[in-house]
């Protein structure tokens, strides 16, 4: 037991010192230090590497800070654009000089106001258990290469190579993660879908309208009764007319002589 300790301990110390040691966490130190050249060789190394999405956008900023201090506007408008990609509310440090801050603001103009890099879902079924969407890729920069999914329980999908307008099978009764990799296989957007619920059976008609679907035996017998009303009008008026009627002769003319 205190060997597995003991070699539980020595993992967990070298995957820590592996992260502080990585080439994102060298490139933070030198940037800090003053050490563009450095910084940007190592931003550089972190983005050949697998990495979140925040390390994309960490990663994507100090290479263009480090570039905009070393005077390579262009390359620096360049890794802005692609840290607005990953992050479109991405900002920079308080307090930079126009040296950086002006290249940040030219790459937000390029995009007029929209962001460069987007998935949406352009339509969707539901087929049993299964989810079959239809995911629209909006990636100006060419970032993404593959797209994959996520869910509960750590059920996930094996990416597959994106195109502007992909469908993706995904399990329905759960919420899912979709996230799109660039091709060293950082994370560089995401999108969440919650679990799709299954349509309610339709509510039964109201009593209103039960009651009037059944036979009208309210409304035959109302009709009945006017027409008997109406044929009892009509006899009683033939009667009147077929009776004999009663003529009076008065001999009230006087003859001249």
Do not use: N
Not at 160 to 182: G, I, K, M, N
């Amino acid at each position: 037991m205190l060997a597995v300790m003991v070699v539980s301990a020595l993992i967990v110390l070298a995957l820590t010192t592996a992260a502080a040691d990585g080439s994102l966490a060298q490139a933070q130190r030198a940037y800090t230090a003053v050490e563009y050249g450095k910084c940007k060789d190592e931003a550089q190394e972190a983005l050949a590497e697998p990495g979140t999405r925040a390390e994309r956008v960490d990663a994507w900023r100090l290479l263009a800070l480090c570039q905009a201090a070393l005077g390579d506007t262009d390359a620096a408008r360049e890794a802005f654009k692609h840290m607005l990609a990953v992050d479109w509310s991405a900002r920079l440090p308080d307090g930079l000089s126009p040296r950086f801050t002006s290249s940040f603001r030219e790459a937000k103009g390029s995009f007029g106001g929209v962001a460069p890099l987007s998935l949406a879902v352009a339509d969707e079924r539901v087929d049993g258990g299964t989810r079959v969407v239809k995911l629209k890729i909006s990636d100006e920069l060419e970032l993404v290469h593959k797209v994959g999914w996520r869910g509960a329980a750590g059920s996930e999908g094996t990416p597959v190579r994106a195109a502007p307008l992909l469908q993706l099978e995904l399990p329905a009764e759960v919420d899912v993660t979709v996230f799109a990799l660039d091709r060293a296989g950082g994370e560089v957007t995401t999108l969440e879908l919650l679990a799709a619920k299954a349509e309610a059976p339709p509510p039964p008609p109201p009593d209103d309208e039960v009651k009037g679907a059944a036979f009208p035996w309210v409304g035959v017998a109302i009709g009945a009764g006017a027409v008997l009303l109406a044929a009892a009008a009509a006899g009683g008026a033939a009667y009147v007319l077929l009776q004999p009627q009663t003529v009076g002769l008065k001999s009230d003319v006087v003859f001249g002589e």
